[in-house]
């Protein structure tokens, strides 16, 4: 089995996996870090949203050989007070909380390009990350109150 270098929330992680898996399997299979959510599996509902490099990525649809050695910051590697996590208690985001990772991850990506955006980019940048709940309201004034705790 291949061999394969993560550097996953600022440290190296070696896994024993093959190079086309998922890396989405690899955070949470191989690696514990569970916070990443499998949604649908095919890049399209955004609930596996991680940072590849500094930008937005759907893990689901990234493979482990294509992610070695990049920077992958996750959910857990936000560090717990991060601007987005802090508005998103504050405004009472979560219903159900199960896309809401992914959505952090996509609004902390577009608040680290732009910690002022209109509701015309919040909108654009948020395309593709689904709430069932339809918390998406409550999700853009979230975003904005983030970016002036930037």
Same mark, same amino acid.
């Given at each position: ?11 190296m992680? #070696?896994?024993?996996?093959?190079g086309?898996?998922p @890396? ?6 191989? $690696?514990? $870090?569970?916070?990443? +959510?499998?949604?649908?599996?095919v890049?399209?509902?955004? &609930?596996? #949203? ?5 930008k937005? &990525?759907?893990?689901?649809a990234?493979?482990?050989?294509? &992610?070695?050695?990049?920077e %992958? #910051? #996750?959910?857990?590697? @936000? ?14 985001? =979560? ?5 809401q =990772? ?7 990506? $577009?608040?680290?390009r732009?910690?002022? =955006?209109t509701d ?9 990350? %689904? ?5 998406y ?6 975003? +904005?109150?983030?970016g002036? @705790?930037?």
């Amino acid at each position: 089995m291949p061999v394969f270098q993560l550097h996953v929330n600022g440290r190296m992680h #070696t896994v024993n996996t093959d190079g086309n898996m998922p @890396l989405l399997w690899a955070l949470r299979d191989i $690696l514990g $870090l569970t916070g990443t +959510k499998f949604g649908c599996g095919v890049a399209q509902c955004g &609930a596996c #949203t991680v940072h590849i490099n500094g930008k937005p &990525a759907r893990s689901c649809a990234v493979d482990v050989g294509v &992610a070695a050695l990049s920077e %992958i #910051t #996750t959910i857990e590697g @936000l560090g717990g007070d991060h601007p987005c996590q802090r508005a998103w208690i504050e405004g009472c985001v =979560p219903q159900c909380g199960f896309c809401q =990772p992914g959505q952090i991850m996509a609004a902390a990506g $577009l608040l680290a390009r732009n910690p002022h =955006p209109t509701d015309d980019e919040i909108d654009d940048a948020m395309r593709g990350n %689904i709430c069932r709940c339809g918390t998406y309201p409550r999700i853009r004034e979230a975003i +904005k109150a983030a970016g002036k @705790l930037s």
